[in-house]
Structures are given as C-alpha cells and as structure tokens.
C-alpha cells in the first residue's frame, strides 16, 4: 500500500525479513547473471519457488497451531495456579485469623477470671482445630515455604501446651499461669504471624506470577495472525505466478486461521482480560477484607491485653488503634462490601472506646465487665458481627476468584484445542490445495 | 506486483501483531500489589526497658532512713490543704503501682479476678487513713523494672511492689520507712543437693530484669537469666529451662506455694528492707505513709496482716524499727 517507494529497478532488494516468507532469491538470481539456458533455468526456478511458497503457508499454518496451542495451554496453566494460588493465599490469611482468635478467645477468658466460661473454651478449642487443618492443607502442597509450614506445625503444638499449662495453673489459683498464657501470645504474635507473614508473602509472589501467565494470549494472537498473513502473501505470490487469482486450499487455510483468530485468539484474550479483571476486582477487594478481618482479630487480642496489663495498657492501645485503622482503611478502599463491613467495624469500636473511657476513668472493672459480656450490643457482639460478615465476604470472594479465574482457564484451554485443530486442519489443506501447482512445475 | 508493497503489508501486520499484543490485558504487579502491602511492619511493644546492667551502685550510710511522720497523723476529715493527701482526697482514688503475679504480697487471684496480698492490704489502710475507705484504691499492674520511672513520671501515687530501699532508687524517688523485711534466697527443685547460689555454680538461674536480685547474681559463678517478670521465671523453671530462681523469700514462698517440686533454700544471702515509694517531691506523703505504718504497728494490724498472707514463711517476726531523721 505504500507505494510513494522510489521506482528502483528491481534488483538487489535487500533481503527479506521473516522466515518461511516467499523468498525474492529466484528473482535476483534472474537479473545477477546471463544464464546459459535461461528457459530450462526458469522452470527449474520456479518449481523450487511454488514448492518453498507451499512449504511456507503449510509451516505458517503448523507453527499457528503449535504455538497458539502452547500459548493457551499456557494460559489455562497459568489460570488455574492462580485460582489455586489464590485459594492459598486466603488459606494462610485464614490461619492467621483462626490463630489470632484462639489466642484472643483464651487471653479473654483469662480477663473473666474463675473457671473458663464454656463458649470461649469452645471457641479456642474450634479455631485451633480449623488452625490444624489449615496447617495440614498448607503443608500439602508447599513448596519453597515447607520448611515455615513445618515450623507453624511444631508451633502449633507448642502453644496449644502453653495455654493447658496456663489452664490448670489457672484453675490451681496460681498466678504461674499468667506467665504460661504471655509465653503462649508472645509465640504467636513474634514467632508465628511473623512465619505466616513470609509464607503469605511467597503465596501471594505465586499467584501473581500465575496471573501474569495471561500474557501467554499475545503468542496465541501473534502466532494466528502472522500465520494468516503468511498465507494471504503466499497467495498473492502464487496469484502473481501462476496467473490463477484463488487457491482453493489456500484460501480454505486461510478461513481456517480466521477461525482460529475468532475462536481461538479471541478467546484467549478475552479469558486474560477477564482473569485481569477479576483480579483487580474480586481477588483484591476479597484480600483486603481478608486483611481487615485478620487486623481486626489481632487488635481484639490487644483490646484484652489492654486490660489485663491493667494500668500498663497504654502501648497496647496504641498498637490497637494502628491496626484497627489500617483495617478501617482497607475497606474504605474497597467501595463494594466495604461499606456495610466499615460500619460494622465501626460499631465495634464505638464500643471499645467505651471500654477506654471506662478504664481510663479508672473504673478497670467495669471496664472489664464490659469487655468480657456477650450481651448484644456489647462489643464483643459488635466484633463477632463484624469478623462473621468479613468471613462471609471472603468465603463469597474467594468461590467466584475460583469461578471466574477456574471458567476464564477453561476458556483458555478451549481456545489451545481450537488453534491446535484449526491450524493442523489448515497446515494439511494448504499442502495439499498447493499440490497441483507443484505438479505444474515438476 | 512487486516485492515492495508486499513486504511493507507484511510489516504492517507485523506492527499490528505488536500493537496487540501491547494491548493484551497482561495481569500485572507483585504479590504485595495485590496484598495491599504499603502498611508499616508490626512492632510489638516493648514493655521492659532494655536497660542493662545500671550505673554503678550509690553509697549511703542512711538509705532506711525515711522523713519523720506528723506529730499528729490527720484524720481523714483533716487533711492539711494543699497537701498531697488532699489532693488525692480530692481526686477520689489513690492511684497505687502493684504487682499482678506476685503470689501473697499482690497477685491476682484467678479464680475471683481480684488482686490481693500483703502489699495490697497496706495500701489498702493507707487508702482507709485517706478516704476513710479501704476500696479508694486504684491499681496500676506494673512490672519490677516499671518501678521507678512510674513514681518519677507522677503516674501513680504510690508503689508497693516489693520494692527494696536502697540509696541509689533515693537519688530519684522517696521511701517510707522499711514495712516488711525480706532476704534474698533461691529456690531449686526438690532433692537438689544445692544449699545456695554458690552451690549453683554454672547452672542457669533466673531473676527478672532490672532488680537488685539479678545485679547480685553477678558475685556468683552462676549463669544468670534475666526474665520479663518474676512469674516468667517459674514458668522457665518448670519448663527445665532455667535450674534455679533466685529472689527474695517472700516471693519465692509463693512459688513454693504454686509448685510441690520446688524448695527454698539456704540462708539469706541479703537484707531486703522493703519500702512504700513515693515521688521524691511528695515529702507530706511520705511522713503521712509513715504515720500510717506506725499505727498498723501499734494496733497490731501489721501482725495479723504478716500472719494472713506470709505465714508460710513462719511465725510473725518483729515488725521492722522504723528510722526517721532524713530532711527533705
């Protein structure tokens, strides 16, 4: 189309880009030198052209198919390790809670004082099991954080004996128990978080890795395109020499590619651009909710830490207000749940402000009364409504990531089998379509 | 046709091909993009100082020697104005710095919430001489090394803590005269043939930090273990991390008490007088605590209070000689 080119004479053209392109060779072979037998040369000539313009179109249609094909499968690959890794990533935010719970559950039971009150024994007991099965899962499949996952597992153990340490001392009357449950906290909050911390970090590494294998789609595009447009230059070459304007091989090769750029490029793309999104707006919003219910767990363990350094709270409420507004935060940057999650966060807190004013006033046990009462309307109600409609919003979040990014993968794999079949389908018609004029020239 | 349009199509489609693939929704950005990481690394507090082994030791020939009380305590009703007493009468509660896990000087009693103990039950009639109120109390649960620097800052009112007099914690705040005398020992599991610190030699012995207990293990060949709070050490000792806690008898009775396989032994290797700190500029304080502490004394008080919650430790001695004659 551009033709405003200097009207060179024909000769020396530089060489051709592109491999399996028609190559100009025979050409300039004709004006280089005077040949002897220049009509027998000619046939000759052209018999290696047709049959290297055949080779081309059949290869274009063949490297379309594979490469497209392995483009996609790449794709879907990566789609599925990143719903997986997704999945992971929530799992090990969902250890973080389930510990910080079982710690706040048992330092709050020791705020009540007197024998274990039976649902907070209850709810140690359940969110250490569902921190036991977590740390199994995560164990199952881990890779370059095994050896953090073992540890966890051990660590695990060990503050589970820490807290029946603390227990019986506790109901013996003996303050020793105190110093079992600070040894307990002090595990989780300086030796384990700090472990889930870095084997969230490699989760999350993962699975942005995984979905960047959306990228993949470009192969699948480019590989169908320039297979195409290999084989509407063949023809136009082919055209130019046999003076016949269609091939019909050629041309049904190419509807054949046309295809495989519909359903088979299109679709791959279409899925990236669908797992992009679901990232940006599902995985995401589902993590920091995530992140703003494991906060708000770990500032409840300080809310009781407050109270039970009595008098000595201050650099815990301090810490409390930090991750209570890193929460608050996080959701406010998600406009979607954030709203109806930010108002129960912020339910809570009115709540634990009461408690402040209360200690602060220097009335510490009505404070703790206070703290410790499951009343509705109380703060613990306030919290526990906030962390069961974070944990609903997560569950809800992470099943569609898993949908969305687990439909967007089969889509993906879809397209590899439709590229794959298109292009071998066309790679076999565009040889044979050729074949009568390689017999011309034979 | 010639060559030239041809090979410009094709670069045309190459370019296009490019151009797409620029455009490819290529999902981009790190884990901790998706995390939301831009939030500060979590710090715990650090409750303890780290403060190391303290300044060398002040030397004094009169560190028990407290302000002499009034010639006539005030009565509750009579407090002087402008006094400090009057002041806290005022305020409605008198803020105290305790212990929480100090087994039968103040610690909490799991099973009622309650902290109690001998050092809460003085503070308790110094409460009554304010308020006429035993319950006035207001407790601030601080740890050894907090001592100090809550009395200096003006935080509390007072600290019972089984707080030992010495010259050195004079240059900053002020003592009442000595309440209750204690001696340092050390507590090793039952059957140890050890007799003493210096029977411990290269064995792993616990004190909490910033005591006069842990910078006395220094004389003996032993390893000393420093622990955030003295409960932290019987809890190391029955985890066979440490072998032997040190402290003063009145404390370690208590863990003999929460635990049949421990045993103190040996003589005191030192004289603890005990004393109620009081912020060095609170003068009135002091004389009006020391009234108080004379009055326990004299109607025997003090007596019952040793028998209640230190008899373990053996029939009630002669309560402590108050010494007087400090001038502000």
């Not at chain 1, 509807?255 to 791959?268: D, H, I, K, Q």
């Not at chain 1, 402000?353 to 306030?382: F, N, Q, Y």
């Not at chain 2, 929460?258 to 109620?276: H, K, L, M, R, T």
Request: aromatic fraction near 4%; glycine fraction near 8%; include cysteine.
């Amino acid at each position: 189309m551009t033709s405003p080119t200097p009207a060179l004479p024909v000769p020396q053209a530089p060489p051709q880009p592109g491999a399996p392109a028609p190559g100009p060779v025979p050409q300039g072979a004709v004006v280089a030198a005077p040949q002897p037998a220049p009509s027998a040369r000619r046939i000759a000539d052209s018999a290696t052209r047709v049959t290297r313009l055949s080779l081309a179109a059949t290869v274009a249609c063949l490297l379309a198919a594979l490469l497209g094909f392995l483009g996609a499968q790449q794709q879907a690959g990566g789609m599925s390790r990143a719903a997986d890794g997704a999945d992971r990533v929530l799992a090990v935010m969902e250890l973080r809670q389930a510990l910080l719970e079982a710690d706040g559950a048992a330092t709050n039971a020791f705020l009540v004082g007197g024998l274990e009150p039976l649902d907070r024994r209850e709810r140690y007991d359940e969110a250490i099991e569902r921190a036991s099965v977590l740390v199994v899962e995560l164990s199952q499949d881990a890779g370059r954080d095994a050896q953090l996952i073992a540890g966890l597992n051990t660590d695990l153990a060990t503050y589970t004996s820490l807290v029946e340490a603390a227990r019986v001392n506790n109901r013996q009357g003996f303050p020793v128990g105190a110093a079992y449950l600070d040894q307990a906290s002090t595990l989780v909050r300086e030796q384990m978080l700090v472990d889930l911390d870095t084997v969230l970090e490699m989760a999350a590494d993962d699975a942005a890795g995984a979905f960047r294998a959306g990228g993949w789609a470009a192969l699948v595009l480019a590989a169908v395109v320039v297979g195409a447009v290999v084989l509407v230059l063949v023809q136009v070459r082919l055209a130019a020499m046999t003076r016949r304007r269609l091939n019909a091989g050629l041309v049904v090769a190419t509807l054949l590619l046309v295809v495989a750029f519909v359903g088979g490029a299109m679709v791959s793309l279409r899925a990236a651009e669908h797992a992009a999104d679901v990232r940006t707006d599902v995985y995401r919003p589902t993590l920091a909710v995530a992140q703003s219910a494991v906060l708000a767990a770990e500032a409840r363990t300080l809310e009781s830490f407050t109270l039970i350094k009595r008098g000595s709270g201050a650099p815990y409420e301090a810490l409390f207000v930090e991750r209570t507004t890193a929460a608050a935060d996080l959701l406010d940057r998600e406009r979607q749940p954030g709203q109806r999650l930010s108002a129960l966060l912020e339910d809570w807190l009115v709540g634990h402000a009461e408690i402040r004013a209360l200690d602060d006033g220097g009335d510490w046990e009505e404070a703790v009364e206070l703290a410790v009462t499951d009343d509705e309307g109380g703060p613990s109600a306030a919290y526990a409504a906030f962390a069961e409609a974070a944990d609903v919003t997560v569950a809800e979040g992470a099943a569609q990531v898993r949908a969305e990014v687990g439909g967007a993968g089969s889509d993906a794999r879809r397209a590899a089998w439709l590229t794959a079949a298109a292009g071998l389908l066309g790679a076999v018609v565009a040889w044979r379509g050729t074949a009568a004029r390689r017999e011309e020239y034979r | 046709m010639s060559r030239r349009p041809l090979r410009s199509r094709l670069a045309l489609a190459l370019t296009t091909v490019a151009l797409a693939t620029g455009l490819v929704a290529c999902s981009t950005g790190s884990g901790a993009d998706d995390l939301g990481l831009a939030a500060a690394p979590s710090e715990e507090p650090t409750e303890e100082p780290t403060s190391g082994p303290t300044a060398p030791p002040v030397e004094c020939d009169d560190a028990l020697a407290s302000y002499e009380p009034f010639e006539t305590q005030p009565a509750p009703d009579e407090l002087p104005a402008g006094s400090t007493m009057a002041e806290i009468r005022e305020r409605g509660a008198l803020v105290v710095g305790v212990s929480g896990d100090t087994l039968l000087m103040s610690a909490r009693n799991p099973e009622t919430g309650v902290i109690e103990g001998f050092d809460i039950d003085i503070l308790r009639e110094i409460s009554r001489a304010i308020f006429d109120d035993p319950d006035r109390l207001q407790l601030r649960v601080i740890t050894s090394a907090q001592r100090l620097e809550v009395l200096e800052s003006g935080e509390v009112d007072l600290v019972a803590r089984t707080f030992t007099i010495t010259c050195t914690r004079w240059e900053s705040i002020a003592f009442s005269a000595e309440y209750l005398h204690a001696g340092q020992k050390v507590l090793v599991a039952e059957g140890s043939p050890a007799q003493g610190l210096e029977d411990l030699a290269g064995q792993r012995v616990c004190a909490p930090q910033a005591t006069t207990t842990l910078s006395r293990l220094e004389e003996y060949p032993v390893e000393a273990v420093a622990a955030p709070t003295h409960s932290q050490c019987l809890a190391l000792f029955q985890q066979g991390r440490v072998d032997a806690i040190t402290g003063d008898d009145t404390i370690l009775a208590g863990f003999a008490a929460q635990d049949p396989y421990a045993v103190v032994v040996g003589e005191a290797i030192s004289d603890e007088p005990y004393g109620i700190g009081v912020p060095a500029e609170n003068v009135d304080m002091v004389r009006f605590v020391n009234g108080v502490l004379e009055e326990l004394v004299a109607d025997g008080t003090w007596q019952e209070l040793y028998e209640t919650w230190l008899g373990v430790l053996g029939p009630a001695p002669e309560p402590p000689t108050p010494v007087y004659g400090r001038e502000p």
